[in-house]
């Protein structure tokens, strides 16, 4: 026999998420060519920076040459234009040329200069290329197989063929909806408000809780960083992110998942062991020991289930016994000789049982 625990509890809501990556990029060409090698292993892990593909370089190192090639040949150009220039500036203090002249040569210098610098952006474009042959990883991440295998030619450009996909698995995002009324309860239990100047996501209810399929309970600790800007007319629901660790790449995009987040705080509820409840026709009972010790059948309106202990709405005072063992020995309406248990602490450690209640 035992008193019920009292002491405030959390109460949660649950929901089934969708995991989605943090972020997943196509890799793709930048310069048309023939894909010589493929420098990574399906599915492994590879860093940003990480070299994957490489493509034949060599038209590219040719127009990089060429390139280089205009450079010299303007810059020579343009020395022997400003010599002119010089030449003829001092000419011209003993009338010996006309302004003409001058102008005509000051003109070609400022040609040559502008030839020059498109020289040098052609050759920077060609650099370019050239860099562009090798094809390295823009994010850390899993990468997929190759999409287009070596020996193929590839375009280039955002139309072209994906060569291959990385996808960055921790940390990682659950997507799930979450009633209006109650994403609004939450802001407004932990006094915040969505929309207004200066807020930001830090300002947002933080803890959400996860569990997949083969998992029991919610294992998995995350941050609640997003709520949409917009509730959808047609279901009443807001769309919420939940961000989660993932260093051991468990959690995984396309899965579904089991969300839990916290909606409101009961203070000072009563706690009862699990075990002590049973069900008849009429729901939910307890075997209270009351007045001379006599067995009485109690229906109850439970809640949340706290760690082996069951939440009592309403049906059950603070003060009043219950049976825990012993239930099948003991008779609605006979009396029984009660041994009290121990109360465990009211701690968020897992309450330990009550003991026996004999009739």
Do not use: C
Request: proline residues 6%; aromatic residues 4%; charged residues 20%.
């Amino acid at each position: 026999m035992a008193h019920p625990l009292q002491r405030d509890v959390t109460e949660y809501q649950e929901f089934t998420g969708l995991m989605q990556a943090v972020s997943s990029v196509e890799v793709v060409a930048r310069v048309a060519g023939v894909l010589e090698q493929v420098l990574f292993s399906p599915s492994t892990y590879v860093r940003r920076g990480d070299l994957l593909f490489t493509i034949e370089e060599e038209q590219y190192v040719a127009a990089r040459n060429v390139a280089v090639a205009d450079i010299i040949g303007i810059e020579a150009g343009l020395a022997s234009a400003r010599s002119d220039l010089s030449r003829l500036e001092q000419a011209i203090q003993t009338n010996a040329v006309s302004e003409q002249e001058v102008d005509r040569a000051r003109a070609a210098v400022n040609q040559a200069e502008a030839d020059l610098l498109g020289a040098q952006a052609r050759l920077a474009q060609a650099e370019l290329e050239v860099a562009y042959t090798e094809v390295h990883s823009p994010i850390s991440g899993m990468i997929s197989r190759t999409l287009v295998t070596a020996g193929n030619l590839v375009g280039a450009g955002s139309a072209s063929t994906p060569l291959a996909t990385v996808t960055q698995l921790d940390p990682i995002h659950a997507y799930f909806d979450v009633s209006e009324a109650l994403i609004l309860g939450v802001l407004e239990r932990d006094g915040r408000t969505l929309g207004r100047p200066g807020g930001n996501p830090d300002e947002l209810p933080t803890v959400v809780h996860l569990g997949l399929a083969d998992e029991e309970g919610w294992p998995h600790d995350g941050q609640m960083d997003y709520i949409d800007n917009t509730v959808d007319p047609s279901t009443g629901t807001v769309e919420v992110r939940g961000t989660f660790p993932n260093p051991t790449g468990k959690l995984f995009p396309g899965l579904f998942a089991r969300i839990r987040l916290p909606s409101a705080v009961r203070e000072d509820a009563l706690l009862v062991s699990e075990r002590a409840i049973g069900t008849d026709l009429g729901g939910r009972y307890l075997l209270v020991v009351g007045a001379d010790d006599i067995v009485e059948l109690r229906h109850v309106e439970l809640g949340s289930l706290e760690r082996g202990f069951r939440v009592v709405i309403s049906g059950l005072g603070p003060t009043e016994r219950y049976i825990v063992n012993g239930l099948l020995r003991a008779r609605p309406g006979l009396p029984v000789t009660p041994t009290m248990a121990d109360a465990p602490p009211a701690t968020n450690a897992s309450p330990s049982d009550a003991g026996p209640a004999r009739p």
